[in-house]
């Protein structure tokens, strides 16, 4: 690992992480998630190589200081290509470049970047090694533990192997094979096993690189016992979906106080990024979108939900609808977020 990467992983930088989720984990999700957890790390949706290079990088790329930690996933296959975006993405003041070889969508099948990727381990090697060049911010891969007919035991080892040797400061694997003949993107989130023992193995296999699981993993109860055996845990669905667990990481993972007491606290604190987004253009649902499940078995949660759904969409939304929902809920601090 290189001297930044080894300051990382001492600090406890990847010991949990939130992950990158297409059309889930924009900007305006990523600000709220840093006010639920100041230690989380976060990612980017997967930005192709081709959009950063070609795309407005502003939109894209521009993110709020408030978020960092923050890391920028990329999806490509052309070394050079990566390496020029990686260097973009440190100059926008990224933490960390990820690239991503775990996703099964047909899309990313077709550009020849995500999951189709276990198969040339060396190709991806070739990728680390470009952006490890071309940056002196750590360099990631998220993998899957093979694909379609691989043998996980040979497949995970070959990838891990070839990016290590490149340089890639860290592995975040999805205990899961994608089937890319037969299975849909969806069905590939939930369809193959899980398995957390091969992730285990590999970790056991390489003791001086930081290795992060991911894949079902529902609480911060559950993240707490996988890092018995790795050095980080990444959460996606339920992070996103139940974000209420997000004031539990840092009491129960880290040991420090919750940036705010109770869920109400939190929205109340994101109200001037929102007045400010609204005053730049944004539309309210764009970012009462990722609040919609920011309660859960509290009085008032179903009608918060309601009410965002409801009124949050219309044009001239202002904050006044966020303000008027959380009003309807009651709600008492966790007790982690007492610690």
């Known amino acids: 690992m290189t001297d930044i990467s080894n300051k990382i992983a001492k600090s406890n930088a990847w010991r949990f992480s939130v992950a990158p989720m297409m059309d889930w984990t924009d900007r305006h999700c990523r600000v709220f998630h840093r006010l639920l957890s100041r230690r989380a790390l976060l990612y980017t949706e997967m930005v192709t190589t081709g959009a950063v290079i070609h795309g407005d990088r502003q939109r894209l790329l521009g993110f709020d200081a408030s978020e960092h930690p923050v890391a920028l996933q990329l999806g490509g296959s052309d070394p050079s290509d990566l390496a020029t975006s990686a260097r973009i993405g440190e100059d926008f003041g990224y933490d960390e470049i990820n690239l991503n070889v775990g996703c099964p969508s047909d899309r990313v099948k077709d550009g020849r970047f995500g999951a189709c990727l276990m198969a040339e381990p060396a190709l991806v090697a070739a990728c680390v090694a470009a952006m490890k060049h071309a940056v002196r911010i750590p360099v990631t891969v998220k993998c899957r533990i093979g694909i379609d007919d691989q043998d996980p035991e040979v ?110 606290d939190a929205l109340a604190a994101l109200e001037p990024y929102i007045v400010r987004q609204l005053g730049q253009g944004a539309r309210l649902h764009a970012i009462t979108r990722h609040l919609v499940g920011a309660y859960h078995a509290v009085p008032g949660a179903r009608a918060f939900r309601r009410h965002l759904a409801e009124r949050g969409v219309k044009p001239d939304a202002g904050i006044e609808v966020l303000r008027e929902a959380v009003a309807m809920v009651e709600e008492r601090p966790a007790v982690a977020a007492l610690a």
């Open 155 to 264: 497949a995970l080892d070959a990838l891990a192997d070839a990016v290590v040797d490149s340089g890639a400061d860290a592995l975040i694997v999805h205990a899961r094979k994608a089937w890319l003949n037969g299975l849909s993107p969806k069905e590939n989130r939930d369809v193959p096993p899980l398995d957390y023992d091969r992730v285990y193995r590999l970790k056991a296999r390489l003791p001086h690189v930081p290795v992060i699981i991911n894949g079902g993993i529902g609480s911060i109860e559950a993240a707490q016992g996988h890092l018995a055996h790795v050095d980080g845990v990444m959460l996606g669905r339920a992070a996103y979906q139940e974000p209420w667990r997000l004031l539990d990481v840092d009491p129960v993972l880290f040991g420090e106080v919750a940036p705010h007491r109770t869920m109400k």
